[in-house]
């Protein structure tokens, strides 16, 4: 395990306990959130190190990176990833200059596929030697491991990271990297979760998006701006990502009552799901897009 000594963020050493949580996904481990003293930043310290958090990847729960068709969540999951994609197809379309997109952490490479089918040139990165094979197959070309494979430069007109930026370990040096390889007139879309939404407050250590540990960092939207400012770049818009929220809450009341399914848990998932969108205006929302320009 190792402990993070300065913020990820700003670097200040100066730090308080957040909250006491575990891994609930896999083997129940204890783990902490901090938060800056300073901005604010949240991140998990003590963290496996980059060789040890494999494992905490190895679930069969975990389906936003599996194929699986069974059960009727399975199923819903399913429909609410195809209106997903379609919604960020809409958003790159809207965004970007041009239609040569690069996604990093590709995961099963279905948004990759999508966005390949409607005509853009395409490119992913993807760290999982399953998934990577999976997609090359798909898209019929060989794709990068890491953002350091190759030396591309300013090559993308639209560059997305959906739910990635908080597994990353080299947190600034990835960034500087995929900024590298984006167009001066490029945008740069970030999806994460939001630590200052209603769910979060309303679940706490029971909050799933926190993840523990393999989310490394847990971003309120003041941490994002402050984040890529660092590198010349400014957040010119935030979008809600609406489905987060239930799929959440489901899995926050999962945590809480400690059982995997039963008929109150998805109610109350659905509902405070439901309570946590209705209560959000922009900025709050459970996770959100951050769309990502250079200043
Ligand atoms: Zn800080």
């Given amino acids: 395990m190792i402990e993070t000594t300065n913020c990820p963020v700003c670097n200040s050493t100066e730090s308080k306990v957040h909250l006491e949580s575990k891994n609930f996904r896999i083997n129940m481990k204890p783990f902490t959130v901090k938060e800056c ?29 599996t194929g699986t068709k069974k059960g009727l ?18 958003l790159i379309s809207k ?17 990759l596929n999508f966005v390949n089918k409607k005509g853009w040139d395409v490119n992913g990165v993807e760290l999982d030697d399953t998934s990577r094979a999976h997609i090359e197959e798909t898209l019929g070309k060989k794709i990068a491991t890491t953002v350091n494979d190759n030396e591309e430069k300013e090559e993308y007109d639209v560059i997305t990271m959906w739910h990635v930026l908080e597994h990353v370990y080299q947190l600034k040096k990835d960034i500087q990297t995929i900024k590298g390889k984006l167009k001066k007139d490029g945008t740069l879309l970030v999806a994460v979760p939001n630590c200052a939404s209603h769910d979060e407050k309303r679940y ?74 209705l209560k959000a205006k922009n900025g709050e929302y459970s996770s959100q897009i951050y769309v990502i320009r250079n200043k």
């Fill in 37 to 65: 003293t300073s901005c604010t930043m949240r991140y998990t310290s003590p963290l496996p190190a980059e060789n040890e958090i494999g494992e905490y990847y190895a679930s069969e729960n975990y389906i936003s990176h």
């Fill in 73 to 90: 969540i399975n199923t819903l999951f399913h429909m609410v990833r195809f209106i997903t994609i379609r919604s960020k197809f809409r």
């Fill in 204 to 277: 706490q250590d029971f909050w799933s998006a926190y993840d523990l540990p393999i989310h490394l960092y847990h971003f309120r939207p003041q941490n994002v701006k402050d984040l890529f400012a660092q590198f010349d770049m400014e957040v010119v818009d935030i979008k809600p990502m609406k489905f987060d929220a239930y799929w959440i809450s489901l899995e926050s009341e999962k945590y809480k009552n400690g059982v995997k399914n039963s008929l109150g848990v998805y109610i109350k998932g659905f509902w405070y799901g439901l309570i946590s969108n």
């Fill in 95 to 111: 965004v970007g200059n041009g239609k040569k997109l690069l996604d990093v952490g590709a995961g099963n490479g279905v948004f």
